[in-house]
């Protein structure tokens, strides 16, 4: 299969979807690899790496998405990519299509197989393609958030860890999932007073039985919701209902109980964010004030880190590309129901079922999708 690898083009995104690892993986089974100069450059992996091993380094993503029977990126196709996708082609990458209805309108219209990373899944009910995003977003949400805090920046002017006589920033995670489990710990470890809200009982037992006097838990019903905002210097939404728009866990008529220049860390912005007053930004202007309430909403936080996310991501998605390639999505799907879950759009068919709740678009079922 020949598969193809575009520069991304959204704004700060300085990840790439093929290292050169994972390239020469493919190329070990058969396959050519096409990818576009400079696709890699922002994430420390120049032209020549990809040559080394074999790989075609071609001038124009138009040639990219004109050959690639394989397309892997990393971020969701932007509107002029989306016009260079067609039928019988497989895109593999992030999509977030719940809140994006301009692009679900694309994908269908170019009647591509999209299949999402973030609604791949394991045996344990995880998301294996979203995990290690989430690793990288979850540790740099107190980073970015500790940064929001400073004066400078619109902030309260509070110092996560304290000093002596000085209390720690008070920071509220909403969702113990993976991203809430990550945030907490650095929170933590940067000094901060750290409490976690979710609504699984389980899930915080097993917070509290893994990192119990690290941080707190607290059960996320509103009540304490809004008494821990109130009293937060920061909040960190993390929840996520896989391939789903995020839920508003804090309205904007929440903000005037919350302390002047709190941060708000949106991490569920990819999905359209947790708080009704969240809008996506970009590393180059990331945050803004709402009612005196600093807002962080980068919706690719981990391009931040571009050269570790890439091989965090690389590495997980490296059997999935390879079993696409290998097989054909048909075959690999049937063959894995997990990279079925994945599924979103095929030959003009919605095949995601949360996307289409979301956006009122009739959904084929991904079974009914491998029989066209």
Known sequence: MLIGCPKEIKPQEYRVGLTPVAAQEAIAHGHQVIVETGAGQGAGFEDDAYRAIGADVVDTAEEIFARAELVVKVKEPQAGERQQLREGQILFTYLHLAPDGPQTRDLLASGVTAIAYETVTDPAG??????????????????????????????????????????????????????????????????????????SLARLRYLDDAFGGVFKTSYASKGNTAELVQQADMVIGA?????????????????????????????????????????????????????????????????????????????????????????????????????LAGLNTHAGHLTYYAVGKAQGIDVLSPSMALKL
């Open 239 to 339: 929840v996520l209902i896989p391939g789903a728009e995020a839920p508003k866990l804090i309205t904007r008529a929440q903000l005037s109980d919350m302390k002047p220049g709190a941060a708000l860390v949106d991490v569920a912005i990819d999905q359209g964010g947790c708080f009704e007053t969240s809008h996506a930004t970009t590393h180059a202007d990331p945050i803004y004030a709402v009612d005196g309430i600093m807002h962080y909403c980068v919706a690719n936080m981990p391009g931040a880190v571009a050269r570790s996310s890439t091989i965090a991501l690389g590495n997980a998605t490296m059997p999935f590309m390879l079993a696409l390639a290998n097989k054909g999505w048909r075959q690999a799907c049937e063959d894995d129901a997990h990279l």
């Open 126 to 199: 995880g998301l294996p393609l979203l995990a290690p995003m989430s690793e990288v977003a979850g540790r740099l949400a107190p980073q970015v958030g500790a940064w929001t805090l400073q004066k400078a920046n619109g902030g309260r002017g509070v110092l996560m860890g304290g000093v002596p006589g000085v209390a720690p920033a008070r920071v509220v995670v909403i969702g113990g999932g993976v991203v809430g489990t990550h945030a907490a710990r650095i929170a933590a470890g940067m000094g901060a007073d750290v409490t976690v809200l979710d609504m």
